[in-house]
C-alpha cells in the first residue's frame, strides 16, 4: 500500500459522474478488484461471450437495458487492477464473491431511489473484512484501520451530502489503486457483457 499520501485529484470525482456518466450519477455499482486478468474475471461472472461488446459510456447507456438483465462493464484502471460496473447485482451476489483470493472493493450507491451511499466494502475469498470509510473525526474508529493512511485529509459531510461522500470515496479508492478518475478514464472504452438469466440457478441467486 504505497499510494496512501498521494494528492487530491485535480477534478471533483463527484462532478466528472455526473457529467460523463450517462445517468450512473443517478445510482451505479462499481468493483476494484486486484487483477489484470479480464477474462478471468469475466469467466467467473459467467458472461455471455457472444455478446462482447467494447463500447464508451454512451454506447454502454444504450446497450443496458436495466434490470432485471445483469451485465458488466469492465476494462482496466491501473497496473494491477481492474475496474467493473456492474448491474443487477448485490455485494453478496456469487458472481461477486467467487471472484478469488484478491481484495475487491465494492462501491454501490442508489441516489435518491434507494439508501443513497454504501460503505467502501473489502471483500476478499468472498467474505467481507470490513470498510474503508473515512473516520468521522480525526483518529476516530476505522472498520479496517490498516486503511487510514488513504483517508488522510478526506471526510464525510457531517449533513449527509451524498455528492461530498461520493467524491471522498472515490478518492479513498484512487489513493488505494494508485489512479483518480478523470476525464480519459471516464471516456476510455471498456468491455460490456451480458450475463444470462440462467447462468445462476435460483438457489445461486
Request: proline fraction near 6%; charged fraction near 25%; hydrophobic fraction near 35%.
Amino acid at each position: 500500500m504505497t499510494n496512501a499520501h498521494q494528492p487530491f485529484p485535480p477534478e471533483n470525482q463527484w462532478d466528472l459522474l455526473a457529467e460523463h456518466g450517462r445517468g450512473l450519477d443517478r445510482g451505479y455499482h462499481a468493483l476494484w478488484v486486484e487483477t489484470d486478468d479480464q477474462e478471468d474475471l469475466a469467466a467467473r461472472f459467467r458472461v455471455d461471450l457472444d455478446s462482447r461488446l467494447e463500447c464508451d459510456v454512451e454506447t454502454l447507456a444504450r446497450t443496458y437495458k436495466g434490470r432485471p438483465a445483469k451485465a458488466i462493464w469492465i476494462g482496466s484502471h491501473a497496473p494491477g487492477w481492474t475496474h467493473l460496473f456492474v448491474f443487477g447485482m448485490t455485494k453478496s451476489y456469487p458472481a461477486i464473491t467467487n471472484l478469488g483470493k484478491r481484495r475487491v472493493f465494492d462501491m454501490q450507491y442508489t441516489g435518491d431511489v434507494g439508501e443513497g451511499l454504501s460503505p467502501l466494502y473489502l471483500i476478499y475469498d468472498g467474505e467481507v473484512l470490513g470498510d474503508a470509510n473515512p473516520p468521522y473525526e480525526e483518529g476516530g474508529y476505522m472498520s479496517l484501520p490498516d486503511y487510514r493512511p488513504f483517508t488522510e485529509g478526506l471526510a464525510f459531510d457531517p449533513e449527509g451530502d451524498d455528492e461530498h461522500d461520493v467524491h471522498v470515496l472515490w478518492c479513498v479508492i484512487g489513493r488505494i489503486t494508485g489512479r483518480f478518475a478523470d476525464q480519459e478514464w471516464w471516456t476510455a472504452s471498456r468491455t460490456f457483457y451480458s450475463i444470462p438469466a440462467e447462468a445462476w440457478t435460483a438457489e445461486q441467486r
